[in-house]
């Protein structure tokens, strides 16, 4: 966790049992797009995902995911699991400034360094 803070990631919100139901909170405001985000959980980098929408709106697919979206069940689970073991589940996020830049190209954050960060930090909820 420590080297995701490290490369500018912040906490921005986190995920609450609400009468059995799954819900996030964002505390954050992230307007940007292209944003990699990761679920940690006691100080363990669970799962990192990137997003060309906006935060909230990735969010809400881990909150009610439709039956053909694999991941967004498994982590919804993995989620609903740990909080009912009273263990919190916080939502960090590294927002795409827009400001890489390769001549007249903008290069996103997210998207390079997504899988970077998987191989190397091995989250447990990355199934690849």
Do not use: H
């Not at 505390?27 to 100080?43: H, K, P």
């Not at 809400?60 to 979206?69: D, E, K, L």
Request: proline share 3%.
């Amino acid at each position: 966790m420590k080297r995701l803070v490290e490369i500018g990631f912040i906490r921005v919100g986190d995920w609450r049992l609400v009468s059995g139901r799954l819900v996030f909170g964002i505390d954050v405001a992230i307007d940007s797009t292209n944003v990699l985000y990761a679920f940690v959980s006691e100080g363990e980098v669970r799962y990192i995902g990137k997003t060309t929408r906006t935060l909230p709106k990735r969010m809400q697919g881990y909150q009610n995911p439709s039956s053909s979206q694999s991941t967004n069940i498994r982590n919804n689970t993995e989620i609903k699991i740990l909080l009912a073991l009273k263990k919190n589940v916080d939502i960090y996020a590294l927002p795409d400034t827009g400001l890489l830049r390769y001549g007249e190209f903008s290069i996103n954050l997210a998207a390079g360094l997504e899988d970077g960060l998987i191989g190397t930090l091995k989250p447990a909820w990355n199934c690849r």
